[in-house]
């Protein structure tokens, strides 16, 4: 299977939300971008070279002589890999970027598994003091106007540029975020965006609430923002609207992608279905205004995880949710916030941005509830005429939100014992720092590495995405092997630790300037098949399959707010694990499938907090030298 990108990895730049409350100066959003260079394609020598090295760790000596022959075969000169390079430099020549619609399409619109889970992360916000149906309105109501706010800032390019290592980074997918949706298709999905630079641009959100979808204003006439007392009055309507639950329409969108594009393709042809379609699909974004649920897990945080990655189960918030929505915010009764975004049109940046962002403004803005204003035009309800044929799609689509609620395992892990400020002190990037702590804890349960992928930013060239990390390497395997030694010595741990760590940093500064491999061996396949040859042999070898089957899956996703996101895992024998590192803690989300016997999220975190502790123990024992 496709190796599903998670969340990009971030901290190695400042965006907007880290600047603080920005004021509007318009035209500074895309000041560099006509500069921003074309993603490059790597010397395919190189390339081949430094798989090599990627795999080695993950192979027996017998199984890696014979990559070795596959990979020198692919590789020599005037044979199919340079074939399919010069195929693949034509093609670059052509586009502003070789690789971005190829990956839209294969990463994600291809991908016919649900969404839910599999391709869309959930983020837990800290939790809000809600103690009545007032309290979530207002609440909800100042969120909003934090979104508005940011939108203001989109609206009118106005966003300072994000950076990486003082580099300006490629801003488009700001313009993908707010009034966007994914479409399903029976084969195949698409995806729409409505930016606020074309006439007619939405001025409206979808709210949810018992699972009725309801088309909000949010905007008058001009595409002024509507106070917090006209909002307030909007979600009361609602409220007031929907007393009783309706037919849990929104869960066709959690079923697998061609079944959902089958009935979305029929309810379609009836005029008040693709009505209510078109309404969602332009929406600024949708707000869930959930129910009370019944909290299953002993840790709040959780409990709010399963309700971002898939609404809690049918019995809950399932229902009331819509996941081909790019952003859909929830606010429960009992403090529990967050989102759900649908990932096919932006990596984690920009929406961590918007997050961060919304959250300063609605906790600063002043609690006025109270102003006399004019009444906004009222809510609208959405219908669906729905026949036997969804009606039967969307009981089944009950117990398979059901069967994969009860498949995930979920554990949210505060470690309280130190924060980035520790690898700091130590003169050590605290995501290395952690990239080489989650190895050691898979070695400690498994004996062996294991492939790993992290996200890493291609956002310094014109509309990039992402490429693979792959943190399992010949020094992180010496050094996991050291920690499991009885008689190595804690310098001679120390060294190695240390060694990783500048190898985690060399493969992440390749992968970030586009010398990354998985992208540009996912692009001579592609180019080979869209020339009608067959695959090449070295995609069909052992060490491709085994290192691109990613056991774990791991993202950084650093934010001003405490934070924690959370996804799936990308395999069924495999681990997806996200973490936010605090100043003074980190806060790590991994999740696993119950159905696996050889994988378990509470064993890994609990043995991950002991790798991070015998870690630091180490590092206390030998001086730091140079910063890495």
Same mark, same amino acid.
């Given at each position: 299977m496709m190796q599903m990108p998670k969340v990009l990895k971030m901290g190695?730049?400042?965006?907007?939300?880290?600047?603080g409350r920005v004021k509007p100066q318009p035209g500074r959003m895309f000041l560099h971008q006509k500069s921003l260079a074309r993603l490059p394609i790597p010397p395919l020598q190189q390339t081949l070279y430094r798989y090599l090295l990627s795999v080695e760790p993950l192979l027996s000596k017998e199984d890696f002589e014979t990559t070795k022959k596959v990979v020198e075969d692919f590789g020599k000169p005037n044979g199919v890999g340079q074939r399919l390079q010069m195929a693949l430099v034509k093609r670059a020549k052509k586009l502003d970027n070789w690789l971005s619609?190829?990956?839209?399409? =294969?990463?994600?619109? *291809?991908?016919?598994?649900?969404?839910?889970?599999?391709?869309?992360?959930?983020? =837990?916000?800290?939790? *809000?003091?809600?103690?009545s149906e007032s309290d979530q309105l207002k609440f909800a109501s100042k969120f909003i106007s934090g979104v508005l706010d940011f939108k203001h800032l989109i609206d009118t390019n106005s966003l300072p540029v994000d950076q990486m290592g003082g580099q300006p980074l490629c801003m488009d997918q700001y313009y993908k975020v707010l009034?966007?949706?994914?479409i399903p298709g029976p084969r195949k999905d698409d995806l729409v965006f409505y930016p606020p630079n074309k006439p007619d641009a939405p001025k409206h959100i979808i709210v949810a609430h018992k699972n009725h979808f309801y088309t909000v204003d949010v905007m008058d006439k001009e595409g002024v923002p509507l106070t917090l007392s006209q909002l307030y009055s909007q979600l009361k309507f609602v409220l007031e609207a929907s007393t009783q639950p309706e037919i849990p329409v929104g869960l066709l969108t959690t079923a697998h992608r061609n079944t959902w594009g089958k009935v979305y393709k029929r309810l379609n042809k009836d005029p008040t279905n693709a009505k209510s379609f078109d309404d969602i699909k332009r929406a600024i974004f949708l707000l869930?205004?959930?129910?009370?649920?019944?909290?299953?897990e002993q840790n709040f945080s959780a409990h709010v995880a399963r309700q971002a990655l898939y609404g809690g189960g049918s019995g809950s918030n399932s229902g009331n949710r819509w996941y081909d929505k790019t952003i859909q915010f929830f606010v429960s009764p009992n403090g529990g916030t967050g989102l759900t975004y649908e990932h096919s049109g932006a990596e984690g940046p920009p929406i961590i941005t918007l997050v961060d962002h919304t959250l300063a403004y609605a906790h600063s803005i002043a609690d006025d509830f109270s102003a006399m204003t004019v009444d906004a035009p009222a809510p609208k309800k959405l219908n669906f005429n729905l026949d036997l044929d969804a009606l039967d799609t969307i009981e089944e689509a009950k117990q398979e939100i059901d069967s994969l609620a009860g498949d995930l395992q979920l554990t949210v892990l505060p470690f309280k014992y130190y924060g980035k400020d520790f690898p700091k002190s130590q003169k050590l990037s605290p995501d290395a720092?952690?990239?080489?702590?989650?190895?050691?804890?898979?070695?400690?349960?498994?004996?062996?590495?294991?492939?790993?992928?992290?996200?890493?930013?291609?956002r310094k060239y014109q509309y990039g995405r992402t490429d693979t990390i792959r943190s399992a390497s010949i020094a992180s395997n010496a050094f996991c092997k050291a920690m499991e030694e009885s008689g190595t010595k804690p310098s001679e741990k120390a060294m190695l630790f240390r060694k990783a760590i500048l190898s985690h940093k060399e493969y992440t500064n390749l992968a970030i300037n586009g010398d990354g491999i998985d992208r540009h061996l996912l692009g001579l396949k592609l180019i080979a098949i869209e020339q009608g040859e067959n695959v090449p042999d070295l995609f069909m070898d052992t060490a491709y399959t085994q290192s691109s089957h990613f056991n774990v899956s791991t993202s950084q996703v650093?934010?001003?707010?405490?934070?924690?996101?959370?996804?799936g895992p990308v395999v069924p024998d495999g681990y997806g694990i996200c973490y936010n590192p605090r100043q003074n803690h980190l806060n790590f989300a991994v999740s696993a499938f119950n159905t696996s016997p050889e994988t378990d999220s509470d064993v890994f975190a609990k043995r991950l907090t002991e790798s991070l502790l015998e870690i630091r123990d180490v590092l206390e024992s030998a001086p730091p030298t140079a910063k890495l």
């Open positions: 190695l730049g400042k965006t907007a939300a880290s600047l619609q190829w990956w839209l399409s =294969v990463a994600y619109l *291809e991908f016919r598994s649900p969404v839910v889970v599999n391709v869309s992360p959930g983020i =837990v916000c800290p939790r *809000e003091n809600i103690n009034a966007a949706c994914r869930c205004l959930d129910s009370s649920s019944s909290q299953t720092f952690i990239q080489i702590a989650i190895q050691l804890t898979y070695y400690k349960i498994y004996g062996r590495s294991a492939a790993t992928y992290e996200s890493a930013s291609l650093p934010a001003k707010h405490d934070l924690v996101m959370c996804f």
